[in-house]
């Protein structure tokens, strides 16, 4: 088949059969700068039967961090988040939150029409705040966007101590320690 050749991508890889020889490259990815595909040409060579390449996205995903989940809520600050697959295996860096609440996952994949899923999940959160760590997803349509995420104190939980012996008669002082397992 003479060029050009177009391989369907599919899950991060595609495949097709390629004549020996010197292509230019170009991307056509929906929610990517397809002008930033790495590299941008390529020599096909008998004995070498697979190609890496990049492209790089623009968009900017924040996170807002509050213990209400709300624009004027509380801000917290240490929680932190993964990008992933759908799957929810993990890449890149950790992002954590900082003064005012917002995390920042810079370069993803947005577009008016046609943009990938994003995903990501809480890994992490400061203090007595809890979180929610299940997969979460979203497309963008605009090249900034920012998402309230609440990070609520943990709930205030009365605890009892009683002589195993007498019921009902409270021990007058001694602590409970609880330890994570």
Same mark, same amino acid.
């Given at each position: 088949?003479?060029?050009?050749?177009?391989?369907?991508?599919?899950?991060?890889?595609?495949?097709?059969?390629?004549?020996?020889?010197?292509? /230019?490259? #170009?991307?056509?990815?929906?929610?990517?700068?397809? =002008?930033?595909?790495?590299?941008?040409?390529?020599?096909?060579? &008998?004995?070498?039967?697979?190609?890496? @390449?990049?492209? /790089? /996205?623009?968009?900017?995903?924040?996170?807002?961090?509050?213990?209400?989940?709300?624009?004027?809520?509380? =801000?917290?600050?240490? =929680?932190? @988040?993964? $990008?992933?697959?759908?799957?929810?295996? /993990?890449?890149?860096?950790?992002?954590?939150?900082? !003064?005012?609440?917002?995390?920042?996952?810079?370069?993803?994949? @947005?577009?008016?029409?046609? !943009?990938?899923?994003?995903?990501?999940?809480?890994?992490?959160?400061?203090?007595?705040?809890? @979180?929610?760590?299940?997969?979460?997803?979203? #497309?963008?349509?605009?090249?900034?966007?920012?998402?309230?995420? &609440?990070?609520?104190? !943990?709930?205030? $939980?009365?605890?009892?101590?009683?002589?195993?012996?007498?019921?009902?008669?409270?021990?007058? #002082?001694?602590?409970?320690?609880?330890? =994570?397992?």
């Amino acid at each position: 088949m003479p060029s050009p050749y177009v391989v369907n991508i599919i899950d991060g890889e595609g495949s097709s059969r390629i004549l020996n020889g010197s292509y /230019a490259v #170009t991307a056509d990815v929906g929610g990517y700068d397809n =002008a930033s595909i790495n590299p941008d040409s390529q020599v096909i060579s &008998a004995g070498t039967d697979t190609y890496d @390449f990049l492209v /790089a /996205a623009t968009g900017s995903l924040t996170l807002h961090v509050t213990e209400e989940g709300t624009s004027g809520g509380t =801000a917290v600050v240490g =929680a932190t @988040f993964v $990008r992933c697959d759908s799957g929810g295996t /993990a890449y890149g860096d950790p992002i954590v939150s900082v !003064a005012g609440g917002n995390a920042e996952f810079p370069f993803v994949p @947005f577009a008016a029409s046609g !943009a990938p899923t994003i995903y990501y999940r809480q890994t992490l959160s400061v203090g007595d705040h809890e @979180f929610d760590g299940s997969l979460k997803n979203l #497309t963008m349509s605009t090249s900034t966007e920012t998402v309230e995420v &609440a990070n609520p104190l !943990a709930a205030l $939980r009365t605890i009892n101590l009683t002589d195993a012996n007498y019921e009902g008669l409270p021990i007058e #002082t001694g602590d409970l320690t609880f330890t =994570a397992n």
